[in-house]
């Protein structure tokens, strides 16, 4: 069964830093794409950060040129280097990957790691 673990948030002042990790665990034959989303409290899900098999990276405006998007050398683990932190930041991030484990390519989700940014 394919899970997706992430960890790395928690709370920390405005301007500082984070690094969210996600690993993808069990039985698949690959991955595509992999991404990082959002939600605050009362607002839609929202996707931050992607980034395919070839590398190529896309964020949302709010956070282009603060985080970063990476994939580990193990192509089954994703980052997202999060620096100049603010309060609007704050949110449960979510790990997203299409991962073939059958026959076809799916969408898989982690369980969310909450950031919580501190003005």
């Known amino acids: 069964q394919v899970q997706l673990v992430e960890s790395g948030g928690g709370l920390v002042q405005a301007g500082g830093s984070l690094r969210l990790s996600c690993t993808v665990s069990g039985s698949f034959f690959g991955i595509a794409t992999m991404s990082w989303y959002r939600q605050a409290p009362g607002k839609q899900r929202e996707l931050v950060a992607f980034i395919n098999t070839g590398g190529s990276t896309t964020y949302t405006d709010s956070v282009r040129g603060r985080f970063t998007i990476s994939r580990g050398n193990a192509k089954n683990t994703v980052f997202l280097q999060m620096n100049s932190l603010n309060p609007e930041d704050t949110a449960v991030y979510y790990c997203?990957?299409?991962?073939?484990?059958?026959?076809?390519?799916?969408?898989?989700w982690g369980q969310g790691t909450q950031v919580t940014v501190s003005s």
């Open positions: 997203q990957a299409i991962i073939r484990a059958n026959f076809n390519y799916q969408d898989y």
